[in-house]
Nanobody, 115 residues
Framework: QVQLVESGGGLVQPGGSLRLSCAAS????????MGWYRQAPGKQRELVAT???????NYVDSVKGRFTISRDNAKNTVYLQMNSLKPEDTAVYFC?????????WGQGTQVVVSS
């Protein structure tokens, strides 16, 4: 049973920073990539950033230059460093793990950017 344990969400003022973490465990299959998606109230879930085991990254345009995704392959953990946060970054952030046999979602962690 694959488990994705997320942490690091919370309330932050505009311009502030947060770091999200997601640790994957419980699978004997090969982990291909991990990433973060977000869903704001009334909106569809959107990709924020992904990273492969080889280190290739992909970002949505709205976070480029502000967010950095990284991973620790030995720990099957992915991180999202979020800087210069804006109110429009407010959303539930979901971790996603893509294995060679399928993908899995985390439960989500709330990020609120507000003064």
């Amino acid at each position: 049973q694959v488990q994705l344990v997320e942490s690091g969400g919370g309330l932050v003022q505009p311009g502030g920073s947060l770091r999200l973490s997601c640790a994957a465990s419980g699978s004997i299959f090969r982990l291909v990539s991990m990433g973060w998606y977000r869903q704001a109230p009334g909106k569809q879930r959107e990709l924020v950033a992904t990273i492969t085991t080889g280190g290739s990254t992909n970002y949505v345009d709205s976070v480029k230059g502000r967010f950095t995704i990284s991973r620790d392959n030995a720990k099957n953990t992915v991180y999202l460093q979020m800087n210069s946060l804006k109110p429009e970054d407010t959303a539930v952030y979901f971790c996603y793990a893509q294995y060679n046999i399928g993908g899995y979602w985390g439960q989500g962690t709330q990020v609120v950017v507000s003064s």
